[in-house]
């Protein structure tokens, strides 16, 4: 068997015989075969989007991709608007128009680079996507798989945090990565949170500290995608797994996966805001939120800040409410003004003839793994053992290249590793990727 020199995502072969077919997934094989041809037209390029000057309410626009991955796609519905009856633009309109207003009414900032922005966000992004995230320009939105994910924009808290990685990368712009990456996705997480409360008009006291809250289908096993108050008791479902945030320093995830376990260990320093809102009392936007706002965009929160940085700024900002700030980062084990960044180890590698793929990060902090014995028979493996043969399995990481919330793909073989953000994966990746991850999608 030999693979032509058009192949990209999947093996068209086997996707094509089996669209042909009257086999259960002809239908998904198909829309693959349709995708891939987008990215054989190079469509999935990242998109500038429009920077507008402020004049009034900073301006946003909502675009559908009609489940496909050109980026921003259509336009439906811009500020100013009435509903468009589509539930996934509408909700995008509700939670971006709440967004915009905690950061303008309360921290009195216009758009997410403070200088009125316009929001560009896109919905339907590409057939059962399960994720959200800020791509550098703009916010993108998928549709959920329909069997444990539901849409990504019902969540207002979601949409939040995603927003709330734009302003970091406008302020402190906190590297992907480790301590820094993990405080990227905890203020994150706090705004999204402060937009949520807002939204329902909770106190810190009254509100369920709920992130992602009816995002899960049901079925599953799950409250939500993290619980700022109780970390790692989000959920505990036989597809999904368990919950694996921490919420304190002794229990500090040392990993390679998901950018140094960024949506793991941010279960720390949510904690602390947690805490730290709940301490100083009333509504969290107000309190706590004022205080975590001023150490992101002050002077003393940059790039490569950890865990004891932060907390030392957010002291420094807290006024009458420095004692409390201090306690609650100290119930979770941080020391404010103290540093200690824990180094990433690398993690083992593959034994024998096994090939490992694993997709970590996305906003769900989820890993999905799968191997294939490519000393096995089978068409798959044939597909396989061709593909590995022409991917660099040497080549440095690039943790800088990563996206805040997109996927990061691992493949591991013959004690090689690397690692790569979903938007630089090569074709021949991409389709290896597909064929250990899915390999129902092509197999059958
Ligand atoms: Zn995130």
């Given at each position: 068997m030999t693979l032509g020199p058009r192949c990209t995502f999947v093996p068209p072969f086997l996707l094509e015989r089996i669209a042909a077919s009257d086999h259960a997934a002809a239908d998904h094989c198909r829309a693959t075969l349709a995708r891939d041809q987008e990215f054989r037209a190079g469509r999935e390029t990242l998109q500038p989007a429009t920077a507008v000057p402020a004049a009034g309410s900073p301006a946003w626009v909502v675009d559908t991709a009609a489940n496909g991955s050109t980026l921003p796609g259509r336009v439906v519905r811009a500020a100013g608007q009435a509903a468009s009856g589509d539930a996934s633009v509408d909700e995008a309109a509700v939670g971006i128009t709440a967004t915009l207003s905690l950061y303008a009414d309360v921290?009195?900032?216009?758009?997410y680079d403070g200088q009125g922005a316009e929001v560009v966000l896109t919905v339907h992004y590409e057939q059962g996507y399960d994720n959200a995230f800020w791509n550098g320009t703009q916010l993108v939105f998928g549709d959920g798989d329909g069997k444990i994910f539901?849409?990504?924009?019902?969540?207002?808290d979601v949409l939040g945090h995603e927003f709330t990685h734009a302003v970091t990368q406008f302020t402190?712009?906190?590297?992907?990565?480790?301590q820094s990456g993990a405080l990227n996705e905890s203020v994150s997480d706090c705004f999204g949170m402060c937009v949520k409360q807002r939204v329902l008009g909770q106190t810190a006291a009254q509100a369920d500290w709920l992130v992602g809250e009816g995002i899960f289908l049901p079925?599953?096993?799950?409250?939500?995608?993290?619980?700022?108050?109780?970390?790692?008791?989000?959920y505990d479902d036989p597809?999904?797994?368990?919950?694996?945030?921490?919420?304190s320093m002794s229990d500090y995830v040392d990993t390679t996966d998901d950018n140094g376990g960024v949506h793991t260990n941010s279960g720390i320093p949510n904690r602390a805001f947690q805490l730290a809102a709940t301490a100083i009392g009333g509504d969290t936007w107000d309190g706590a939120g004022r205080i975590w706002y001023a150490a992101l965009t002050g002077s003393g929160v940059t790039a490569g800040t950890d865990f004891a940085g932060f907390a030392a700024a957010t002291v420094a900002a807290a006024g009458d409410h420095a004692d409390a700030v201090r306690q609650a980062w100290t119930t979770v084990g941080v020391t404010p003004g103290a540093g200690a960044t824990t180094a990433a180890s690398p993690s083992g590698s593959a034994a024998g003839q096994v090939l490992r793929v694993r997709r970590t990060g996305g906003i769900a902090g989820r890993t999905v793994e799968g191997s294939v014995d490519l000393s096995a028979q089978g068409a798959t493996t044939e597909a396989a053992r061709s593909l590995v043969d022409r991917i660099d399995l040497s080549a440095v990481a690039e943790p800088e290249g990563s996206l805040p919330d997109a996927f990061s793909y691992t493949f591991e073989y013959a004690g090689r590793c690397v690692t790569v953000p979903r938007h630089r994966l090569t074709d021949d990746q991409r389709a290896l990727a597909a064929l250990v991850l899915e390999p129902g999608d092509t197999a059958g």
């Open positions: 921290y009195d900032r216009a758009s539901g849409s990504f924009t019902k969540p207002i402190a712009n906190l590297t992907y990565q480790g079925g599953i096993h799950a409250r939500a995608l993290r619980d700022m108050a109780n970390p790692g008791t989000a597809t999904l797994g368990r919950d694996p945030q921490v919420g």
